[in-house]
């Protein structure tokens, strides 16, 4: 599975941003799309989670009701919604595919197949 991340700026506290996932190279139909965060200084962050089949979504706790993910099937696009953003959300953000059994699912261990990152910066 090929990844490709994009999406990423600068934007002021308070504003939004989406990013966007595009997928290939395989049928997503049995894999979860993740996606995860890294800010300078700190390990990788799960962000948040779907089932390509179903939609089932699965998010960070501190990350529910601000970050939305969803999926275009007709795309093989998965996006993460960004919403009322603060300056601590400024990282490289990545997704991430694979099939990791429930427990594994928030973890980077359970996606053997990386995007490249996209920066985003918040600004005060």
């Known amino acids: 599975v090929q990844l490709q991340a994009s999406g990423g700026g600068l934007v002021q506290a308070g504003g939004s941003l989406r990013l966007s996932c595009a997928a290939s190279?395989?049928?997503?139909?049995?894999?979860?799309l993740g996606w995860f965060r890294q800010a300078p200084g700190k390990e990788r962050e799960f962000v948040g989670a779907?089932?390509?089949?179903?939609?089932?979504?699965l998010y960070a706790d501190s990350l529910k009701g601000r970050f939305t993910i969803s999926r275009d099937n007709a795309k093989n696009t998965v996006y993460l919604q960004m919403n009322s953003l603060k300056p601590e959300d400024t990282a490289v953000y990545r997704c991430?595919?694979?099939?990791?059994?429930?427990?594994?699912?928030?973890?980077?261990?359970?996606?053997?197949?990386w995007g490249q990152g996209t920066l985003v910066t918040v600004s005060s």
């Open positions: 991430a595919a694979g099939v990791p059994v429930l427990s594994a699912t928030r973890s980077p261990a359970g996606y053997p197949y």
């Open positions: 190279g395989r049928t997503l139909s049995s894999y979860t």
């Open positions: 779907i089932r390509w089949s179903g939609g089932r979504t």
